[in-house]
């Protein structure tokens, strides 16, 4: 895959060597989002931070990365901001925006949207998740998250068990993750959702071709005992007809300190794309969890600026420019301590 100039819209663009890169590129930002250096590579350039569904990590960890290379971030948060709400439509608003911008980052609420705003954009886009089909930046974040937590128990990617939680069929970030895993060698998944809320079948049909073990279930605990990696999603509530339909699966498979210690492996890595439903009647993910060192949500999410930062850099062709634009920081450093 040719980087410079690329729309990134789905994780079927990306090949292993082409997610290798963009992972080595990633290790390589790590003193940069440290605040150990600071690069100046963009310096001058503008992202058009376009999110038109609610966001925290994607949004601001998108603007952090591009902050962290030098560069200046516009934000447009909600359609009630934008001439959506008068009619125009997306071509049009990418034919402008492009104009303003040098690489665009967008979520959107419908399937598609984003690779038809990049179809009409003069400068690349990158997806930050549109409707309940795709979430490619999370999924690479994800999986570079699993090769650490995997790299610091001696293992690799390759011979991977995974049960992904939850659900499945409107959670897009376990949509690209699973066609993320067909790129890598003897990986076993195990769904776990509500039948209603299933991996859609041509996700599963794909993984399988690719040579995955697919194994589906509606049980949770009889299902987390030889895994190396429980990833849990939330209840996409806002994908439902209504709130009332959604609360019929909310809370069906928490997972607490108590359930992780007798059905788990010790070592077992716990993972959720965040947010999670801290809700009483949902809490996917319990606090109790806070303080397993297994919990890897939080390094999920400092792993996202790294490699957004990558992906950045790599769009723009700045790769090898970026040490020779850089200094030591010269502010008191907490997160060095
Ligand atoms: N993981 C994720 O997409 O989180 P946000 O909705 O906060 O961006």
Redesign the pocket.
Known sequence: MDFTGAHIVSIDQFERPDVEAVFSVADRMQPYALRQRVTRVLEGAILGNMFFE??????VSFGSAFNLLGGEVRETAGFESSALVKGESLQDTARVLSGFSDVICMRHPVEGSVADFASASRVPVLSG?DGANE?PT?ALLDLYTIRKELADRGRSIDGLKIAMIGDLRFGR?VHSLGKLLRLYRDIEVVLISPEELSLPEDIVEAMRLSGIGVSISDHLTENIADVDIVYSTRIQEERFPSKQQADLYRGKFRLNQAIYTEYCQPNTVIMH???RDSRSDANELDSDLDNNPNLAIFRQTDNGVLVRMALFAMVLDVVDRVDAHAYDVRWYNARQT
């Open positions: 609610p966001s925290t990590r994607t949004r998740g979430h999370q970030t794309p965040l947010p």
